[in-house]
């Protein structure tokens, strides 16, 4: 019955927030496109952006390959951090799992947008890029790492956002914050060391680089982070699923 239910509220929302309308449909995949392509612009027309080591017309790939989980990651975040508050009369007629809401929200998002990915790898083949298609391989357990850790702050933010209303409010700026300090938009190797050495703790950095180390540069290499972000994920994981379940139990009173 929960694998029923989870697909009806993956289908509801990919129904509601993408396919039931043109406008969102067509917005899913023309909002990054149109930040990419300012993104692009600011950063190599304006400022002359540059990638060490790389030509010019490295940049775009540079950003795109990694710009486009970020947006799937980030929105998935925030739709997740409302979704119980949200759904407040299902979570009062019917019995379920309730982390099911936050779970299928994830869900929903990152398929659609995993498509974007899809035809974006695509474009950029087809104007002079060189996509290393079999890092497409590699790269696919990592976005679904970068899910599972979207399904974490998911679960608790969306729990918390039923006793802390300011949440929805405080999001979306860190969200942006978080954004400009991971190395999606540069290369880590521009800032100063110390700089250099804090962002090496963000997940974010891990998730950017091994993307492009696939897809741009067929590296293959193994690291020891590449153990120690997929554990850290998946203990966060685990506990975030113990908080939302123990929380859940006083959702009603608050709903």
Do not use: C
């Amino acid at each position: 019955m929960s694998r029923s239910i989870f697909i009806q509220l993956v289908l509801r929302a990919v129904r509601t927030d993408y396919l039931n309308n043109l406008t969102g449909f067509a917005w899913l995949f023309l909002q990054p496109l149109m930040l990419l392509a300012v993104y692009a612009f600011v950063f190599t027309t304006v400022f002359k952006a540059r990638i060490p080591g790389l030509p010019p017309e490295a940049f775009v790939p540079f950003l795109a390959v990694a710009f486009w989980p970020w947006i799937a990651f980030s929105e998935s975040v925030l739709r997740a951090s409302n979704v119980v508050t949200a759904n407040a009369d299902l979570i009062g007629k019917v019995a379920f799992d309730k982390e099911l809401l936050p779970l299928s929200s994830v869900t929903a998002t990152f398929l659609m947008h995993m498509v974007g990915y899809l035809a974006v790898l695509l474009v950029l083949q087809l104007t002079g890029s060189n996509i290393h298609w079999l890092g497409v391989l590699p790269a696919l357990p990592l976005l679904a790492l970068l899910y599972l850790f979207a399904v974490a702050l998911g679960l608790m933010f969306s729990a918390m956002h039923v006793f802390v209303r300011d949440l929805g409010q405080m999001l979306p700026p860190l969200m942006t914050l978080w954004f400009f300090t991971s190395p999606i938009l540069y290369s880590a190797s521009l800032l100063p060391e110390k700089f250099a050495a804090v962002m090496r703790w963000n997940p974010i950095t891990w998730f950017a680089n091994r993307l492009r180390d696939f897809l741009l540069e067929g590296n293959f290499a193994f690291a020891w982070s590449d153990l120690v972000v997929p554990a850290v994920v998946l203990l966060l994981a685990y506990l975030a699923l113990r908080f939302f379940r123990r929380m859940s139990g006083h959702f009603e009173d608050f709903l």
